[in-house]
């Protein structure tokens, strides 16, 4: 059985974070009533699209037209947002319209982040695909299907995702939340020394006294803690009592 971190995902992009403050409530909910757990949570607020995104695209046509982060976080706070139950029609709406225009790239990736934020990990991820059909070599696209597909997969990093994330690594071996999830599945597999070497790189990408650092570090310690308990179990393995 393999193992997590506690707090197994480092929130490595503090942009996403607010954005996905307006999500939160319906995330929550879609959570508490489909028993997925708190990992799954806390991945997904890291890419969740705030939902009055969905309505901004429906009537202006370009998400690309949304203010800034810090602007979109303070209409929420206001509370321009729709009401959770108006979500689904919208999100059905602008499916309908990807079937008319099916290399709209904003609109798929606006859809795949409105399923995310909704808990249709599986629709989310086959939205993402088109999306990264669309618009290859990026980064930050390719880490965050592989987010949603490890959701969709029951949390399970192995496998494509991982694939995605190494593709993304290779584009910007620097990328944040790819090295962090890269870390994560390596933890997870027990892959310890393979955890440390994605955490120290990504624990380089941040100021030395900052928050986010100071988690890569508790992270990079809980390896370095269970590498050493791995250890020492292989030198001195448990031995039954012997029945003469």
């Known amino acids: 059985m393999s193992r997590r971190p506690s707090g197994a995902f480092i929130d490595a992009d503090d942009r996403h974070h607010r954005l996905a403050a307006s999500a939160r409530e319906p995330v929550a909910a879609a959570a508490g009533a489909k028993g997925v757990s708190k990992w799954t949570v806390t991945l997904l607020l890291g890419v969740a699209l705030p939902l ?24 929420a706070k ?25 290399n709209d790239a904003r609109g798929w990736h606006t859809l795949a982040r409105s399923y995310g934020a909704t808990g249709r990990f599986r629709e989310s991820a086959e939205a993402y695909a088109k999306v990264a059909a669309l618009v290859p070599n990026n980064p930050q696209l390719l880490a965050d299907y592989a987010y949603i597909l490890a959701i969709a997969n029951g949390q399970n990093l192995n496998g494509k995702p991982m694939a995605l994330l190494q593709a993304a690594l290779k584009l910007d071996p620097r990328h944040q939340r790819s090295l962090a999830l890269a870390g994560t599945a390596a933890f997870n597999d027990r892959e310890y020394a393979a955890a440390i070497v994605y955490w120290e790189r990504l624990q380089k990408t941040f100021p030395t006294e900052s928050e986010n650092a100071r988690k890569v570090a508790a992270r990079i310690a809980e390896a370095h803690a269970a590498a050493a308990a791995t250890a020492l179990a292989a030198n001195n393995p448990v031995r039954g009592n012997v029945v003469r």
């Open 52 to 75: 009055f995104a969905i309505s901004i695209y429906l009537n202006v046509g370009d998400p690309g037209a949304m203010a800034p982060a810090t602007s979109a976080a303070s209409d």
């Open 78 to 102: 206001a509370g321009n947002t729709p009401p959770a139950q108006s979500v689904a029609p919208m999100v059905e709406q602008l499916a309908a319209r990807l079937k008319k225009n099916p």
